[in-house]
């Protein structure tokens, strides 16, 4: 059963403390040990680093990675043109929105 949710991997729901996360994924650890299990341990690494603090699940709440990039801008109500004009460039202009946008939604 390979799954990309990290809850899922470490077992425990998304409202959880630092320190449920790092007793999960030491639990993990001690199930699916590195050198008997390799590639479940890469996986279990990469899921404890994506949730391991608590600004990483705000991040990955605000930001979901099952979008592609192509449909971020539709996520976030971002009017895009597909010119931007000369003085700004388009990527800088998408950054500072999406910023804008996150600390409403933290506020």
């Known amino acids: 059963m390979q799954t990309k949710d990290p ?3 470490l077992g425990i729901e998304e409202d ?3 320190r449920q996360v790092t ?4 639990a993990a ?3 699916h040990p590195p050198e008997r299990e390799p590639e479940r341990f890469t996986l279990i ?6 949730i391991r603090t608590e600004e990483d699940r705000i991040r990955r709440r605000l930001f979901p990675q099952a979008l592609p990039a192509a449909a971020l801008p539709a996520y976030f109500d971002v009017p895009v043109e597909d010119h ?3 003085a700004v460039k388009r990527k800088q202009w998408l950054k500072e929105s999406y910023k804008d946008w996150a600390r409403s ?3």
């Open 84 to 86: 931007a004009p000369v």
């Open 16 to 18: 959880v403390t630092d």
């Open 7 to 9: 809850y899922l991997l």
């Open 23 to 26: 007793e999960a994924y030491h």
């Open 45 to 50: 690494s990469e899921a404890y680093e994506s």
């Open 105 to 107: 939604r933290l506020s």
């Open 29 to 31: 650890l001690r199930q």
